[in-house]
């Protein structure tokens, strides 16, 4: 699985990832006990802009499974942008939020991004968000 993090803050960047780590291994266990086998292993890249990212999502060879994209550095500009340059790049652009930027997460939404994620959030969060793209 191929994960696209867009955070300035370099420590947020890593604590989402750590948090999709746990996440994924939750998930691992449960398909596991199915008898599914997910995909291996995870891969991240980090941009802290989002022009950076739409380098890297033009660039990139293979779609990316997932992007999270920070509120209120993603905005419907952005997401309109990904839509049109980087149609079929990625699977998933879901943008991560707080509370008191809910009207900007809204318009991305209404741009086009997949889904929110609400800060704060755990490993079951994240779950809803990896689990369709085993």
Not at 90 to 118: I, N
Request: charged content about 30%; some cysteine.
């Amino acid at each position: 699985m191929t994960i696209l993090i867009i955070d300035e803050d370099e420590d947020l960047a890593n604590l989402l990832k750590q948090t999709i780590l746990v996440g994924y291994y939750m998930l691992a266990k449960t398909w596991a006990r199915a008898g599914q086998v997910p995909r291996a292993g995870l891969d991240f890249s980090r941009c802290r802009n989002l022009g950076e990212a739409v380098e890297v999502l033009r660039r990139s060879s293979d779609p990316l499974d997932i992007v999270f994209a920070a509120c209120p550095g993603a905005d419907r500009v952005f997401v309109r942008s990904c839509r049109e340059q980087c149609a079929g790049r990625y699977r998933s652009l879901v943008v991560v939020a707080d509370r008191e930027h809910q009207e900007a997460a809204a318009q991305c939404l209404e741009a086009g991004a997949d889904d929110c994620l609400w800060k704060p959030f755990g490993p079951e969060d994240l779950l809803k968000h990896l689990q369709p793209l085993r």
